[in-house]
């Protein structure tokens, strides 16, 4: 067994109460690297999904698909896509036809998650999907459904789960170094002066809790190895002309887990912040920054150092090569369709929490 998969075995990552079996999924004819083509053509497939690519050794840019002829042509050229391998919005079910692509990664508006997952999986595609994985608890399930039905993966991009320091974390913490969980603060936010991104609006998925505080739910369920209980909730804006309509621009909540653990996480749109610390009756485990793109930074109790360097985009080279081998090797998933749901399902309970005031239960 490859050392990196033993390594994921013993940090929790696969065969843990957060991992799930492997599909049983429609075998193609072998291939020694992935076709994916990316829908929707923004910053993060820009900036970080296309360099990401061409640093994988699993998997390459094989396609595009945008709404914005503009970049196709130049997306075309710089990448040396074929023409055969654009497509549209409207076009987009043609992909099945196409041998060269492999997997389709939707990174659109929350919003249109569920469509183009659905739509992919039916065109006979293995799927990866941006965070949020959706809006809803339900839409998660139908297009997890959607995957299972036409025998295809559907993973989530959660890019720290396959970072080297978050897996040391993880296995630091699992290996009962600090003794049993007591404590667990989690914050990831920044300034964003924008106002009509996709975050900025509702009806698009926009609110920080589904954007930056997808991480810190995932801090505090990684960290304990449990799911929440009950949550409770408080959201607040300093920018009423921006969030409003109940979007939130900064949100906290508390989370209480099985075994007796707390947790209190932050988010914002508003306030630079981003670390997760641990206390365990044995001693402490701090991450600071915790969710950035680079420069994770770790110490615990007895001197313990936590730091592996890479440079941007690593992470997201690192995520797509792990999803191309489970897919190529019917391996189980690190971040799975049912991780996402799993979040989405807090996001929810969080919202209810802070609109009611009350404590939520999570079943």
């Given at each position: ?117 659905i739509r992919a999986a039916k065109a006979g595609k293995h799927v990866w999907v941006e965070k949020p994985m959706a809006m809803t608890e339900k839409e998660c399930q139908d297009m997890i459904n959607a995957c299972k039905q036409n025998k295809r993966s559907l993973a989530v991009g959660y890019r720290l789960q396959h970072e080297p320091n978050t897996q ?67 959201q607040y804006t300093t920018r009423p002309e921006i969030y409003k309509n109940g979007l939130d621009e900064t949100t906290m909540a508390q989370l209480v887990f099985p075994s ?104």
């Open positions: 067994m490859p050392t990196r998969r033993i390594f994921l075995q013993q940090t929790g990552l696969i065969a843990s109460s957060l991992a799930f079996s492997p599909l049983s999924i429609a075998q193609s004819p072998k291939k020694d690297r992935l076709g994916v083509a990316l829908v929707g053509l923004g910053y993060y497939s820009t900036d970080l999904i296309a360099p990401a690519l061409q640093l994988t050794k699993n998997c390459y840019l094989a396609g595009i698909v945008t709404g914005t002829p503009s970049k196709a042509e130049t997306w075309a050229k710089k990448y040396n896509i074929p023409e055969k391998n654009v497509y549209n919005y409207q076009n987009f079910d043609k992909i099945a036809d196409n041998p060269d692509i492999d997997v389709v990664y939707v990174i659109l508006p929350p919003s249109m998650h569920r469509e183009y997952v040391e974390y993880i296995k630091f913490l699992r290996e009962g170094k600090i003794g049993k969980i007591k404590m667990v603060s989690c914050s990831a936010g920044y300034n964003d002066n924008r106002t009509t991104h996709w975050k900025q609006k509702k009806e698009m998925g926009g609110g920080v809790m589904y954007d930056m505080g997808v991480y810190v739910l995932q801090g505090a369920r990684l960290a304990t190895g449990e799911e929440p209980i009950s949550v409770t909730a408080q007796g653990a707390r947790a209190a996480v932050q988010t914002s749109f508003g306030i630079n912040m981003n670390f997760l610390h641990v206390t365990g009756e044995k001693g402490f485990l701090k991450m600071e920054p915790y969710s950035a793109y680079n420069g994770q930074t770790g110490e615990a109790s007895g001197g313990v150092k936590i730091k592996h360097p890479y440079d941007v985009p690593r992470q997201q080279a690192m995520q797509m090569d792990d999803d191309a081998d489970a897919i190529m090797n019917n391996k189980p998933l690190i971040a799975p369709g049912e991780e996402g749901l799993r979040d989405i399902r807090i996001v929810e309970a969080i919202y209810r929490a802070a609109k009611s005031g009350q404590s939520v239960k999570l079943t």
